[in-house]
């Protein structure tokens, strides 16, 4: 049974840290590319940050770059999206997906609200 199951999200106000975490489970993790996007209310959702499944390949949206990194550890099958310097236009649910040649998964998303 494939899970992909985001965590870490919450209230932090502006210029606060979060740290995301992205658990995968019943695929094979380390050949997927993996991304974080986030949709804000009455938006699109948006592409954040991905990975490739190797790690070695990042490429960020230009609103979070310098401010927040995405890593993966392909031993715990996890995807992470550290986050600095947060202000309230990151404010959305963020959800974490897992996509190769031949499909992809979604998962239910953490909400981070940036506010004072």
């Known amino acids: 049974q494939v899970q992909v199951v985001e965590s870490g999200g919450g209230l932090v106000q502006p210029g606060g840290s979060l740290r995301l975490s992205c658990a995968a489970s019943g695929f094979t993790f380390s050949v997927y590319a993996m991304s974080w996007y986030r949709q804000a209310p009455g938006k699109e959702r948006e592409l954040v940050a991905a990975?490739?499944?190797?790690?070695?390949?990042?490429n960020y949206a230009d609103s979070v770059k310098g401010r927040f990194t995405i890593s993966r550890d392909n031993v715990k099958n996890t995807v992470y999206l550290q986050m600095n310097s947060l202000k309230p236009d990151d404010t959305g649910v963020y959800f974490c997906n897992a996509k190769n040649m031949y499909r992809q998964y979604w998962g239910q998303g953490t909400q981070v609200t940036v506010s004072s």
């Open positions: 990975i490739s499944s190797t790690g070695s390949s990042t």
